[in-house]
């Protein structure tokens, strides 16, 4: 990813030498963290452009970390709009990958954001554990009901003794 707000690289700078897609590549794999400094020295070596790590750790700091912090903040801002009661069991799992992937990468990030992502993945959790809980507290209500039913029926026919029906609802606690 070329950073598009950055001013044009100096003539008499080793990178300049790149082409536009060559330049674009290298971008790319810094802003992935697909590989080391020392790695994309040696890809830029076979291009015919000799840098030292440190030189090119320049080049990350000013060019493409601002890009990434750029990128980093728009997608936490679009995650921070999505209503977490919406969000997909599935999209949560994402989310949390992301949230390990960059807390785990090569290159910097911001604190908060890494939070607010955090955040957003517990509050979707949150969401999932609530309707679970209300499904089994309804379905316990049902049949909790159903057996109600049984035993006002019983009580009705004169099916149990009256010390049953009482040790049966106190068991259910239907007192």
Same mark, same amino acid.
């Given at each position: 990813?070329?950073?598009?707000?950055?001013?044009?690289?100096?003539? @008499?700078?080793?990178?300049?030498?790149?082409? =536009?897609?060559?330049?674009? !590549?290298?971008? #790319?794999?810094?802003?992935?963290?697909?590989? %080391? &400094?020392? @790695?994309?020295?040696?890809?830029?070596?076979?291009?015919?452009?000799?840098? %030292?790590?440190?030189?090119?750790?320049?080049?990350?700091?000013? #060019?493409?970390?601002?890009?990434?912090?750029?990128?980093?903040?728009?997608?936490?801002?679009?995650?921070?709009? /999505?209503?977490?009661? @919406? /969000?997909?069991?599935?999209?949560?799992?994402?989310?949390?990958?992301? /949230?390990?992937?960059?807390?785990?990468?090569?290159?910097?990030?911001? /604190?908060?954001?890494?939070?607010? &992502?955090?955040?957003?993945?517990?509050?979707? !959790? %949150?969401?999932?554990?609530? !309707?679970?809980?209300? +499904?089994? +507290?309804?379905?316990?209500?049902?049949?909790?009901?159903?057996?109600?039913?049984?035993?006002?029926?019983?009580?009705?026919?004169?099916?149990?003794?009256?010390?049953?029906?009482?040790?049966?609802?106190? =068991?259910?606690?239907?007192?």
């Amino acid at each position: 990813m070329t950073p598009t707000h950055q001013k044009k690289l100096r003539a @008499d700078s080793r990178l300049a030498g790149l082409t =536009a897609e060559q330049l674009e !590549e290298l971008n #790319r794999m810094l802003m992935a963290g697909s590989c %080391t &400094l020392e @790695d994309a020295c040696g890809w830029l070596e076979a291009r015919g452009v000799v840098m %030292t790590p440190q030189a090119l750790s320049k080049y990350y700091r000013k #060019r493409v970390l601002p890009e990434r912090w750029r990128y980093t903040q728009e997608a936490a801002a679009a995650l921070n709009a /999505v209503n977490a009661d @919406d /969000v997909a069991p599935a999209a949560h799992r994402a989310i949390a990958a992301r /949230v390990f992937e960059l807390a785990t990468g090569p290159c910097a990030v911001d /604190v908060k954001e890494l939070a607010e &992502l955090y955040k957003l993945m517990i509050a979707g !959790e %949150t969401v999932q554990q609530n !309707e679970r809980k209300l +499904t089994l +507290t309804e379905r316990k209500a049902a049949q909790a009901d159903a057996v109600r039913e049984q035993l006002e029926s019983k009580r009705a026919s004169g099916g149990l003794s009256p010390e049953a029906l009482a040790l049966a609802e106190e =068991a259910l606690g239907l007192l």
